[in-house]
C-alpha cells in the first residue's frame, strides 16, 4: 500500500478529473479500511517510521482533494486509533510503544490548545510539534470512549506503562475535572498487586496530587487515612509524606489572629496523619513511626508551614507536658527549632529568638524539659527495682520507652536540653536548683554507669571555644561559681572516692573556668593555663579528691593537675618558683611520712606517684597518661633531633620521643653542652621557643630541627640550678623515711627491685 | 614499693651517705649496715661504691 500510495502521488496531478473524482476517494477510503483492520501479528512487525511516512504521504495526498481539517483529523485519529491497537497489542513493547505515543500526542495537544489561546506566542516551527486538528476536547472524550485507563490500570497493568501515565492524567486534568471514578480506579489497581506496581501507583497519585481540586484531594486523603496502622509500611508512609507536600498550599497559611498558633488547618493534607503515626499511641514499628516523625519534619520545613510548624511545636511541648511520646516530641522540636527558623530577629515572629521565647512563656521549657526528665527516670527506675540485680549495659538497649530505647531517649533529652541551653538566639538558663536537681537524676542516681559518665561528659562541654574565655557550656558564667562551690566542692554531691575519671574531667573543666573568670587561671597557647594566683578556687577539694579517690586512673589525671598548678606559674609568680616548688615537696613528704606512720599504703603510693609526677614535669617529662591519647599514638617516634650551637656550628645530636616536651629537649640539650637550661635560648625554624612552651609535646614542633642554640646570660636571680630533688636528696631524714618505707616491705621482694 | 625504690635511685646521692662511704669512718659492717639487715640500703651504699668505681676506671682509661 506504500509503495501504491507513493505512486499516486508522484502521477495523481497527472490524472484526468474523472479519474481522480474515482480513484482519491476509493483511496481515502482503502487507507481508512487500512488502518482500522490491522492485525495484531502486522501491529508486531509495524516500523513506526514507516508508519510515520505512510500518513505524512496520505496526508499530502487526501489534501489536495478533501477539507484540510477534515484530512488532519482523520490522520491524528488514525494515529490515535493506532496507538490503541499497541497499546492492546499481546506484546509488551508494542504496549509500551502505545502508551509512548499517546502520551507524546498529549503533548502536541497541549501545544496545540496553546496556541489556539495565544497564536501570536508560537512561530511556526511549533507547527511541527502540535496537532492540526485534534484538541484537548477530542482527545479525552476518545480516553473515556476506549477505556483508556481501565487498559493501562486493568489485569496487564505493569509498571512501565505506570510510568509513563502520569502526563495523560495531567493532561486531563489540565483541560477538564478529573473524575473520580478515575481517583478510585487508581486507588483500587493497587489491590493485591505487586510490591513495584504499588509504588508505581503511589507515584503517580503523589506526582498528580498538585492538580487535583478539593474534592479529589478529599477522596484521595480519605483512601489514605483508610489505611490501618498495622498495614503501613515504608511504601505507604511515603505516599502520606509525598500526598502531604504536594497538596500544601502555594503560599503561607497564616495564623488566624496575629501570635496565635491558630491555623486553618482544613487547608493542609495529610500533615496531621504523618504525626499521628509518628506517636506513641500508633501501631507502628519504631522505624516506620521514626520514617513519619521524618515526614513530618521535612514537611513542615516548606514554607507555606511557616505558621503550621508552630501549631506542631506547641502540640509537641504539650505532649512533652504530659509525658507522652517525648522522644519523637523533643526530635521534631529540635528539628525545626535548629532548621527552619532564622537567628536574626528582624522578623520577630519568626525568629528563633521570637518564637522561642513565645514557647517559653507558655512551656516554661527548661522547667518542663527537668520534670519531663525526672518523670522518665522515675519511671525507668521502677522498672529495673523489680530486677533483682543491676541492670547490665546490654540491657540498655534493650529496654524500651515509647517507640525508642532507653538509650535514644536518654540521649535525645540531653541533646535536646543542650540545644535549648546553648542557644545564643534566646536566652535559657537552669536555675541552680533546677541543676541540683539533674544532678540529683544523673549524677547521684544515675541507672547506669556509664549514664553517670556521659552525664559528667555532657555537662563540661564547651561548646563554641577550646579557649576558656569564651567559655559556653549548658551552665550559664554566672552560674558557674555556685554549681563549682555548691555541687563539684562538696562530696555529698560529688563523690570523690569512686571519682571516675570523667567526673574528675567534669570538676577539672569547671576548676578551670572558675579560676580563670575569678583571674586565679590565664589560658594560653596550646589551651594551657597559667597560674597568677596560688590561693585559687578549688584547691582543697582537688586535694581532698587526691587523698581520698580510689580509682588510679582518676588519681593519675589529679596527679597531672596537681602538678601543673605547683609548674604552670604565671610572670607573677616565677620568682617564687622556688618556694613554691619547696613547699610542694615538703607537703608531698609530710604526706609521705603521714602514710608510714598510719600504715596507709595508698597514701604511701600516692604521694610517690605525685613525687615521680612531680619531677617528670619539673624535667619536661611528659608522662604518658598526661598526653592526650590520640594525638599522642599518632605521633609516638623516636628521633634523634640535631642541635647546633651558634655562632661555634658546634653540633650535637640528642635521642628524644615526639610525645616528649619541649622541655625534656631543653634538658637534654643542657646535659649535652653542659649549660644550665637558663643559659641558652632555643630557636626552631628561626623562631624562639619560649619556656612556656616546655609542656608542649615536641610533634607540636618540625622533627628532627636542627633546632638552633645561642648561648647567654642567665638572669640574675633565676633559680636555674634548682632541683626539687635537691630538697629530698640534702635532708636526711626524708632519705632514712625511705630506707624504712622499702624496709617495711622487704622480706622476699627485694630480688624483684629493679636497679636503674 | 618498687615505686619507692624508684624514687630514691632517681634522687641525686646523698652526700652524707657517700662521705662516710668514701672516708671509711666506721667498719664496712657498720657502714653498710649489714648486719641491722637492710638490704636496700646495702644496695643502695653498693651503687654509690659500684659508680665511684666505675667513675676511675673511666678516668684512667683517658
Not at chain 1, 496520505?58 to 489534501?63: D, E, G, V, Y
Not at chain 1, 489572629?257 to 482544613?266: C, H, I, L, N
Amino acid at each position: 500500500m506504500m509503495l501504491l500510495l507513493f505512486n499516486i502521488t508522484n502521477i495523481h496531478q497527472y490524472l484526468n478529473k474523472d479519474l481522480q473524482n474515482k480513484l482519491i476517494p476509493a483511496i481515502k477510503t482503502a487507507i481508512q479500511r487500512r488502518l482500522t483492520f490491522i492485525s495484531d501479528k502486522e501491529i508486531k512487525d509495524l516500523d513506526r517510521e514507516i508508519l510515520v511516512k505512510f500518513l505524512f504521504r496520505a496526508q499530502n495526498l487526501l489534501i489536495h482533494y478533501f477539507p484540510q481539517e477534515e484530512i488532519y483529523l482523520m490522520t491524528e485519529t488514525a494515529e490515535l486509533d493506532l496507538s490503541l491497537k499497541f497499546l492492546t497489542c499481546p506484546y509488551f513493547e508494542k504496549r509500551l510503544r502505545g502508551i509512548n505515543e499517546i502520551k507524546e500526542l498529549t503533548e502536541k495537544i497541549e501545544f496545540h490548545e496553546d496556541f489556539a489561546k495565544e497564536p501570536q506566542q508560537y512561530s511556526s516551527i511549533y507547527s511541527q510539534k502540535m496537532t492540526k486538528k485534534l484538541n484537548a476536547k477530542m482527545f479525552i472524550e476518545w480516553i473515556n470512549k476506549n477505556k483508556i485507563f481501565d487498559l493501562i490500570l486493568g489485569d496487564s497493568i505493569h509498571i512501565e506503562i505506570i510510568k509513563r501515565t502520569h502526563e495523560i492524567i495531567k493532561f486531563i486534568a489540565k483541560f477538564e475535572k478529573l473524575p473520580l471514578n478515575l481517583l478510585d480506579l487508581l486507588w483500587n489497581s493497587c489491590a493485591g498487586k505487586h510490591e513495584a506496581i504499588t509504588i508505581g501507583i503511589y507515584n503517580l497519585i503523589v506526582e498528580i496530587a498538585d492538580i487535583l481540586d478539593t474534592q479529589g484531594i478529599n477522596y484521595l486523603k480519605q483512601k489514605i487515612n483508610s489505611i490501618p496502622d498495622e498495614e503501613q509500611n515504608d511504601i505507604t508512609l511515603n505516599l502520606v509524606k509525598g500526598f502531604a507536600q504536594k497538596t500544601l498550599p502555594s503560599s503561607s497559611i497564616k495564623a488566624l489572629k496575629e501570635g496565635s498558633y491558630e491555623v486553618d488547618e482544613s487547608k493542609f493534607h495529610c500533615v496531621d496523619t504523618l504525626w499521628r503515626l509518628m506517636l506513641d499511641e500508633s501501631k507502628l514499628s519504631p522505624t516506620l513511626s521514626e520514617n513519619a516523625l521524618n515526614g513530618l519534619i521535612e514537611t513542615l520545613k516548606e514554607r507555606s508551614c511557616q505558621d503550621l510548624k508552630k501549631v506542631y511545636l506547641r502540640a509537641s511541648l504539650e505532649k512533652i507536658r504530659k509525658n507522652e511520646s517525648v522522644s519523637q516530641c523533643i526530635n521534631l522540636v529540635h528539628s525545626l527549632l535548629s532548621t527552619t527558623f532564622h537567628t536574626h530577629r528582624y522578623d520577630i515572629e519568626n525568629s528563633l529568638g521570637g518564637v522561642l521565647e513565645q514557647l517559653d512563656t507558655e512551656f516554661d521549657i527548661v522547667e518542663l524539659l527537668i520534670t519531663e526528665f525526672e518523670h522518665f527516670h522515675r519511671r525507668m527506675q521502677e522498672i529495673f527495682s523489680k530486677s533483682k540485680s543491676d541492670p547490665t549495659e546490654e540491657e540498655k538497649e534493650k529496654v524500651y520507652f515509647g517507640k525508642y530505647s532507653y538509650t535514644i531517649n536518654f540521649h535525645n533529652r540531653l541533646a535536646f536540653l543542650e540545644y535549648i541551653l546553648t542557644n545564643p538566639s534566646y536566652e535559657l538558663s537552669f536555675s541552680l536548683k533546677q541543676l541540683d536537681r539533674l544532678w540529683e537524676l544523673l549524677a547521684l542516681n544515675a541507672i547506669w554507669e556509664s549514664d553517670r559518665d556521659y552525664f559528667f561528659n555532657w555537662i563540661s562541654k564547651n561548646h563554641e571555644s577550646s579557649s576558656y574565655e569564651d567559655f559556653s557550656s549548658v551552665i550559664e558564667k554566672e552560674m558557674i561559681p555556685q554549681f563549682f562551690e555548691k555541687i563539684l566542692c562538696n562530696h555529698k554531691k560529688l563523690d570523690f572516692i569512686n571519682m571516675s575519671p570523667k567526673a574528675f574531667e567534669c570538676f577539672q573543666t569547671y576548676f578551670r573556668t572558675i579560676n580563670e573568670i575569678k583571674g586565679n587561671f590565664k589560658t594560653v597557647k596550646g589551651s594551657k593555663f597559667l597560674i597568677y594566683d596560688l590561693a585559687y578556687e578549688g584547691k582543697e577539694s582537688l586535694w581532698s579528691i587526691f587523698l581520698n579517690c580510689k580509682n588510679q586512673n582518676t588519681i593519675s589525671k589529679v596527679v597531672n593537675v596537681l602538678v601543673s598548678c605547683c609548674l604552670r606559674l604565671g610572670q607573677n609568680l616565677e620568682k617564687e618558683k622556688k618556694k613554691i616548688c619547696e613547699e610542694f615537696t615538703y607537703k608531698c613528704m609530710n604526706l609521705l611520712k603521714e602514710g608510714y606512720q598510719k600504715q596507709n599504703d595508698r597514701l604511701i603510693s600516692k604521694s610517690v606517684l605525685l613525687l615521680m609526677s612531680f619531677f617528670d614535669a619539673f624535667e619536661g617529662k611528659i608522662r604518658p597518661e598526661a598526653t592526650e591519647g590520640g594525638e599522642k599514638r599518632r605521633y609516638n617516634i623516636n628521633m634523634t633531633a640535631t642541635i647546633v650551637l651558634k655562632p661555634d656550628n658546634n653540633i650535637k645530636h640528642v635521642s628524644i620521643n615526639s610525645t616528649q616536651s619541649i622541655g625534656y629537649l631543653r634538658s637534654l640539650i643542657s646535659e649535652s653542652f653542659g649549660f644550665a637550661t637558663n643559659e641558652f635560648k632555643l630557636y626552631c625554624k628561626g623562631s624562639l621557643i619560649e619556656s612556656d612552651e616546655d609542656d608542649s609535646a615536641l610533634y607540636n614542633f618540625p622533627f628532627g630541627g636542627p633546632y638552633i642554640i645561642f648561648k647567654v646570660q642567665p638572669p640574675k636571680n633565676d633559680s636555674g640550678d634548682f632541683h626539687p630533688k635537691l630538697i629530698m636528696t640534702q635532708n636526711t631524714e626524708y632519705i632514712d623515711l625511705l630506707f624504712k618505707l622499702l624496709s617495711e616491705d622487704v622480706q622476699g621482694k627485694i630480688f624483684s627491685l629493679k636497679i636503674k | 614499693m618498687n615505686a619507692v625504690w624508684d624514687l630514691l635511685i632517681r634522687l641525686p646521692i646523698n652526700e652524707k651517705i657517700k662521705n662516710s662511704l668514701f672516708e671509711v669512718s666506721e667498719s664496712w659492717d657498720s657502714l653498710l649496715e649489714v648486719k641491722s639487715h637492710h638490704p636496700h640500703r646495702l644496695l643502695y651504699c653498693l651503687q654509690i661504691i659500684e659508680d665511684f668505681l666505675l667513675d676511675k676506671e673511666a678516668e684512667r682509661l683517658k
